[in-house]
């Protein structure tokens, strides 16, 4: 049954996200499985301050918060209209006091968040370079899927600048930009400390890679996980899958 009629404009609608929560979406602001697998692979503990860049309509925040951490979090989005989205999910939710939604670039951050201050920085940032394949007329798409309005170094500048010393930096990005990812945070003081690669299933190439770094680690030592397979040999979502979206699934039973 839809819930927060009141709350929701044209075109947009409320989807369960497990736990009684739920999220405002629309045709432009949306979320896909790389957004819950990199919400599952930050795991903010209770006590971290964490900070969402490039939040959209707020599906990280909102997954964290359902399973009660981390203790507040502020999401950090340019849109205006994704963070008004975002705004009265968190007001439908009952979760003013632990979200802050913080309309800006995130070139732009100075003065408004406290440097230094955060455990926890994820993005799931554009995946193809500024110039790299076809660009959507659609802007909500563009900023989305390419780096438009701000670069891989952008983000992992303003991650560095907000992470306090041995905060992590997590982010999704597709096979081909590693390089780019490893090189972006090792420049800007953040050492990549666990990567993982996510498969469709067996016999396909990775279409997805999870990494965290660490603020001020020591160069070296990164662990590279097994990988996470989407699919079973069934065709159907594979075990780690089904526990790894656990409530969210649970949410359309």
Same mark, same amino acid.
């Given at each position: 049954?839809?819930? *927060?009629?009141?709350?929701?404009?044209?075109?947009?609608?409320?989807?369960?996200?497990?736990?009684?929560?739920?999220?405002?979406?629309?045709? +432009?602001? #949306?979320?896909?499985?790389?957004?819950?697998?990199?919400?599952? $692979?930050?795991?903010?503990? #209770?006590?971290?301050?964490?900070?969402?860049?490039?939040?959209?309509? *707020?599906?990280?925040?909102?997954?964290?918060?359902?399973?009660?951490? &981390?203790? /507040?979090?502020?999401?950090?989005?340019?849109?205006?209209n994704a963070c008004d989205m975002l705004k009265r999910s968190i007001e439908m939710n009952?979760?003013?006091? #632990?979200?802050?939604?913080?309309?800006?670039?995130?070139?732009?951050?100075?003065?408004?968040?406290?440097?230094?201050?955060?455990?926890?920085?994820?993005?799931?940032? &554009?995946?193809?370079?500024?110039?790299?394949?076809?660009?959507?007329?659609?802007?909500?798409?563009?900023?989305?899927?390419? +780096?438009?309005? =701000?670069? !891989?170094?952008d983000i992992t500048d303003a991650a560095s600048r907000l992470l306090n010393f041995s905060?992590?930096?997590? !982010? =999704?990005?597709?096979?081909?930009?590693?390089?780019?990812?490893?090189?972006?945070?090792?420049?800007?003081?953040? +050492?990549?400390?666990?990567?993982? $690669?996510?498969?469709?299933?067996?016999?396909?190439?990775?279409?997805? $890679?999870?990494?965290?770094?660490?603020?001020?680690?020591?160069?070296?030592?990164?662990?590279?996980? &097994?990988?996470? $397979?989407?699919?079973?040999?069934?065709? /159907? /979502?594979?075990?780690?899958? !089904?526990?790894?979206? *656990?409530?969210?699934?649970?949410?359309?039973?």
């Amino acid at each position: 049954m839809e819930m *927060g009629c009141g709350m929701l404009k044209d075109n947009e609608k409320t989807e369960p996200l497990g736990c009684g929560m739920r999220i405002i979406v629309s045709d +432009e602001h #949306k979320f896909w499985t790389d957004t819950v697998l990199l919400a599952h $692979f930050a795991a903010p503990g #209770k006590n971290d301050k964490a900070c969402d860049l490039g939040s959209g309509c *707020g599906p990280i925040p909102l997954i964290w918060l359902r399973n009660n951490a &981390p203790r /507040f979090v502020s999401a950090v989005e340019i849109q205006e209209n994704a963070c008004d989205m975002l705004k009265r999910s968190i007001e439908m939710n009952s979760l003013s006091e #632990k979200i802050e939604v913080v309309c800006s670039d995130l070139r732009e951050l100075k003065g408004k968040l406290q440097s230094g201050s955060y455990n926890l920085v994820v993005c799931n940032p &554009p995946y193809k370079a500024d110039g790299a394949g076809i660009k959507s007329s659609n802007s909500a798409q563009l900023i989305a899927r390419h +780096e438009s309005m =701000c670069t !891989m170094d952008d983000i992992t500048d303003a991650a560095s600048r907000l992470l306090n010393f041995s905060g992590r930096l997590c !982010m =999704c990005q597709r096979p081909e930009r590693l390089c780019d990812v490893i090189v972006s945070m090792r420049s800007h003081d953040i +050492e990549p400390k666990r990567l993982r $690669f996510v498969q469709q299933r067996p016999g396909k190439a990775p279409k997805l $890679f999870l990494i965290e770094g660490k603020k001020g680690g020591r160069p070296g030592g990164m662990i590279v996980e &097994p990988v996470l $397979f989407i699919e079973g040999d069934n065709g /159907f /979502f594979s075990d780690e899958m !089904m526990q790894i979206y *656990g409530a969210y699934k649970e949410g359309y039973d």
